[in-house]
């Protein structure tokens, strides 16, 4: 059940990441260099009156991606790893972050275990396909 819902969910996400872009939120860091100012490397904040770093695209563009690899693989495990890896880089670059701690980031610590639990989970269903095998 859950590797038919999951293609789901992550297209769901970079569908949705596309709403940030409509709301201007959840962008990276500021961009000063004027031959970087174009879309898809980073979009004008109207309310700050800046050029920002577009990390709704970067997420919408991998989950993307993630959804391909995906449709050809096992779809729970490599959404776990998958996501957890693009989330924790994503994260990196933006600037409205919760933090658990200075320097220590809430959305990174998550993917990490996300990342962990898709690892796990992958290597449970190789051992298995060996037991049967």
């Not at 999951?6 to 962008?27: C, D, H, K, M």
């Not at 920002?52 to 993630?66: C, D, G, I, K, V």
């Not at 495990?77 to 924790?88: A, E, K, L, S, T």
């Amino acid at each position: 059940l859950a590797d038919t819902l999951i293609p789901s969910l992550v297209l769901g996400q970079a569908i949705g990441r596309w709403g940030n872009f409509v709301n201007q939120e959840t962008y990276g860091n500021l961009i000063t260099n004027l031959d970087l100012q174009f879309f898809p490397y980073d979009v004008y904040i109207e309310e700050l009156g800046q050029w920002h770093q577009t990390t709704f695209f970067y997420e919408s563009a991998l989950n993307t991606l993630l959804l391909i690899v995906m449709l050809i693989s096992y779809p729970l495990p490599f959404y776990m790893i998958g996501y957890g890896v693009i989330r924790c880089f994503v994260e990196g670059l933006r600037t409205d972050s919760l933090y658990l701690m200075p320097g220590v980031r809430m959305s990174q610590v998550l993917s990490g275990c996300l990342i962990l639990l898709g690892v796990l989970l992958v290597g449970i269903i190789r051992r298995r396909r060996d037991i049967q095998a």
